[in-house]
Structures are given as structure tokens and as C-alpha cells.
């Protein structure tokens, strides 16, 4: 999951702090807690200061402290996509394949008004020739 910090609901959230806060309220001391989820006590305390750990652990410290920890790391990634989905979606700059289209559609009405001025020329060279 990479080192930088979990967000939910728009506050940073340390997925360590958050498992130390569960297992201080768990009633589980952080021996017994360590023993449940196969890790030493030295390792757990190494497991409270990380902000993010391995998805397999997770999972297993979730389903022993009864708290979907794995919903918050899906809470960021839905927040920052829906972010990503409005920035997109309010971002009026042409993509190159928009761009090509209106090149194209430009192009077509210079050449219309090109053989319209011809058009005119014509007409106003055959006025002046009659006259």
C-alpha cells in the first residue's frame, strides 16, 4: 500500500495508530493480540508506527479486532477517485483527439469560404466583362 498516510473522510488516518486505538480497547493486551495474529510483541509495536501494512495482515487483524480496517483504505481510494471523476469532468481543455476533430472542421470551412471567394471573383469578373 506504499508509506504515505490512509485518508478517510477527509482526515489523514495511520492505519497503525488506528489498529493501536482498536487493541487498547479491545481488551486484548498487545502480547495476547500479537500471539492471535502470529507476530512477536516487538513486532507489533513496529506494526503500530507504519502506515500502511500488508493486505493479508490486515485482513486477519480486521477479522480478530472485528473492525473492517480494509474499508478505510476502500474509503480513500473511492474519495480520491470521485475527486479524480469531478476535476475531469469540470476540465474544459480539449483532448488531442477533440482538438483533431475541430483542426479538421476548420480546415472544411476554410476551404468552403476559399471556393465561396472564388465564387464571388468569378461572379464580379463576368459582371465586369458584360458591362
Same mark, same amino acid.
Given at each position: $500500500? ?11 488516518? *495511520? ?13 486484548? =493486551? #498487545? =502480547?495476547?493480540? !500479537? ?7 516487538? !513486532? #507489533?509495536?513496529?506494526?503500530?508506527? %507504519?502506515?500502511?501494512? /500488508?493486505?493479508? @495482515?490486515?485482513?486477519?487483524?480486521? &477479522? &480478530? ?25 469540470? /476540465? =474544459? ?5 477533440? !482538438?483533431?476533430? @475541430?483542426? =479538421? %472542421? #476548420?480546415?472544411? +470551412? *476554410?476551404?468552403? @469560404?476559399? *471556393?465561396?471567394?472564388? +465564387? @464571388? ?6 459582371? $465586369?466583362?458584360? /458591362?
Amino acid at each position: $500500500m506504499g508509506n504515505s498516510s490512509i485518508k478517510s473522510k477527509g482526515k489523514k488516518v *495511520h492505519i497503525g495508530e488506528m489498529i493501536k486505538e482498536k487493541v487498547n480497547t479491545s481488551g486484548f =493486551t #498487545v =502480547t495476547e493480540f !500479537a500471539e492471535k495474529i502470529g507476530l512477536s510483541r516487538p !513486532a #507489533v509495536y513496529q506494526l503500530f508506527n %507504519k502506515q500502511s501494512i /500488508d493486505t493479508e @495482515l490486515l485482513v486477519r487483524i480486521s &477479522l &480478530l479486532l472485528k473492525e473492517n480496517f480494509v474499508k478505510y483504505i476502500f474509503q480513500y481510494i473511492e474519495e480520491n477517485l470521485q475527486k479524480e471523476k469531478e476535476s475531469k469532468e469540470l /476540465d =474544459t481543455t480539449p483532448c488531442p483527439q477533440d !482538438a483533431k476533430k @475541430l483542426f =479538421t %472542421k #476548420v480546415e472544411l +470551412i *476554410h476551404q468552403d @469560404l476559399v *471556393h465561396i471567394k472564388n +465564387i @464571388l471573383v468569378e461572379i464580379k469578373e463576368s459582371k $465586369m466583362i458584360n /458591362d
